[in-house]
């Protein structure tokens, strides 16, 4: 059965401060690996990641993949308030490609 | 381009109610799924269809849960009798094909409480 683990549970810090996310994932016939950002309402997409050792980067946040060790990271630097939510991860897997299996999630609380 | 609507937003019933959510998916998009996200978890899917066939129902709760997506357009999700712990957000999204990219489109989720 595929696995999807992250971690930590949760986290607070002050704005300013520089997080850390980790994805680490067991699956079979890895696709791709997706970080989506949660906060009251629909899932909002972050980044798709297929390759090893490419960083992606959107303003303050950015993500890498490595395949040998199965995970992948989410960094956000300059934390605002308006980063507090969940963030989850997600690895596409299967012969198809069509299953995508979530973890349970980091939620991030952001202090003034 | 408007994102996938769903409806009710928000839904409490007493446990062996009935109850019904809509799905409608972006335009044109072919694939369409219904995950349950159980407060501190993430999504788990409950059913794929890849315009109005079924390609993946295994997690459903067949005893109690059914889906259609009768034109391929918009979907329905019903739950009959609900039981306590049918207690999650409802989260439907969609997708150009299977053969699109990974990325799923998803909806504001209804939010449902068996009381």
């Known amino acids: 059965e595929d696995k999807v683990v992250q971690s930590p549970l949760s986290l607070v810090v002050h704005e300013g401060d520089t997080v850390t996310l980790n994805c680490s994932y067991e699956v079979t016939n890895f696709r791709s690996l997706l970080w989506y950002k949660q906060e009251k309402k629909a899932p909002t997409f972050l980044f798709m990641l297929t390759s090893s050792g490419i960083e992606k980067k959107s303003g303050r946040l950015s993500s890498i993949l490595d395949k040998k060790e199965l995970f992948s990271i989410l960094n956000i630097t300059a934390t605002q308030t308006g980063d507090s939510a969940i963030y989850l991860c997600?690895?596409?897997?299967?012969?198809?490609?069509?299953?995508?299996?979530f973890g349970g999630g980091t939620r991030v609380l952001v202090k003034p | 381009e408007a994102g996938v609507a769903q409806s009710p937003r928000y839904k409490i019933i007493e446990k062996r109610q009935s109850v019904a959510f809509w799905c409608n998916p972006i335009s044109g998009h072919a694939t369409l799924y219904w995950y349950q996200q159980i407060l501190g978890q993430g999504p788990k899917l409950l059913i794929q269809f890849q315009n109005n066939g079924v390609v993946d129902d295994s997690q459903l709760p067949k005893d109690r849960f059914s889906a259609e997506r009768l034109k391929g357009v918009d979907s329905t999700l019903k739950i009959q009798p609900a039981k306590l712990e049918d207690s999650a957000v409802y989260l439907c999204?969609?997708?150009?094909?299977?053969?699109?990219?990974?990325?799923?489109?998803f909806g504001p989720g209804t939010r449902l409480t068996v009381l």
């Open positions: 999204a969609s997708r150009p094909s299977r053969l699109a990219g990974a990325r799923r489109y």
């Open positions: 997600a690895v596409e897997a299967g012969a198809a490609g069509n299953k995508l299996t």
